[in-house]
């Protein structure tokens, strides 16, 4: 087995195994913990519990790699592999029992920002569906072991779009007006609430597209390379996402829908 593949292999394992452990959580109750950017932006106690479960399984299988994770764990590796980790992606809906959430795990190699890496494998377990998505570069990418491929030939008139909000109140209302403007120029726009979920959608080929700003990396890290990897393209303001846009498309819809949303936004 690779390495490529044995990274994709523990990102599965440990992404089902948390997952498994918020869904009990959750049924013995949620509360927050802390706010982080702005009171929007909530941390539940199950958050900081799962980043320190994965870091323990992850770094118990590999001592070498790194660790960025989004609860603020930072371990540098001499492996020249990092695992960029988002513990539960979803949080409001996981607290209010209210649309998806997932674990999101993401190996790269290269220094751990998006500029610099290269995304070598990742695993996203959607939790509401009980479901591992995972990707290997190159190997493409899989739901429960089932090949995956974006949708083709959609034009954007007729793609069903989702997005999603940010936690500052200002620029959400910013964001807001913008999907008002993109809204009636494709079929329908819908709004999940996890990153990770609809990108692991888009891949699937049950979401034509997904486009959301001021996203952090460990948002899309994971969720990227699958889209890339069962065809689609993941894209920022260039060619990969960044912390300006991330957006998800099928190739033949990507840059249109692109165009579009720099002309809601007026960038």
């Not at 959750?26 to 958050?47: F, N, P």
């Not at 790194?66 to 988002?86: C, N, Q, R």
């Not at 290997?136 to 909000?165: F, I, K």
Request: aromatic content about 4%; some cysteine; proline content about 4%.
């Amino acid at each position: 087995m690779s390495e490529t593949q044995n990274l994709r292999t523990l990102a599965a394992e440990v992404a089902a195994e948390v997952g498994e452990f918020l869904r009990l959580a959750r049924d013995r109750g949620v509360s927050i913990a802390a706010t982080k950017s702005t009171d929007l932006d909530i941390v539940t106690r199950a958050d900081r519990e799962a980043e320190v479960l994965i870091r323990e399984r992850l770094l118990a299988a590999r001592p070498g790699d790194g660790f960025l994770g989004e609860e603020g764990t930072l371990i540098a590796g001499s492996s020249g592999i990092t695992w960029i980790v988002d513990p539960l992606d979803g949080t409001v809906n996981y607290l209010y029992r209210c649309g998806p959430y997932a674990v999101s795990i993401a190996a790269v190699s290269g220094e751990p920002t998006p500029e610099s890496w290269v995304v070598r494998a990742a695993a996203v377990h959607v939790c509401t569906e009980n479901a591992s998505y995972s990707a290997g570069l190159g190997e493409g990418a899989t739901r429960e072991d089932v090949p995956l491929a974006v949708t083709a030939g959609v034009p954007l008139r007729a793609a069903l779009v989702s997005t999603g909000l940010g936690y500052d109140r200002g620029r959400r209302a910013e964001q807001a007006r913008a999907a008002a403007l993109i809204a009636p120029r494709v079929r329908d726009l819908r709004m999940g609430g996890s990153a990770a979920t609809d990108l692991c959608l888009v891949a699937a080929g049950r979401l034509d597209a997904y486009f959301e700003r001021d996203l952090a990396p460990w948002d899309y890290a994971a969720g990227a390379l699958i889209v890339a990897e069962a065809g689609g393209l993941a894209l920022g303001e260039g060619a990969t996402p960044d912390g300006v846009l991330t957006l998800a498309a099928a190739p033949g819809l990507a840059g249109e829908l692109r165009e579009l949303v720099a002309e809601a936004t007026g960038s």
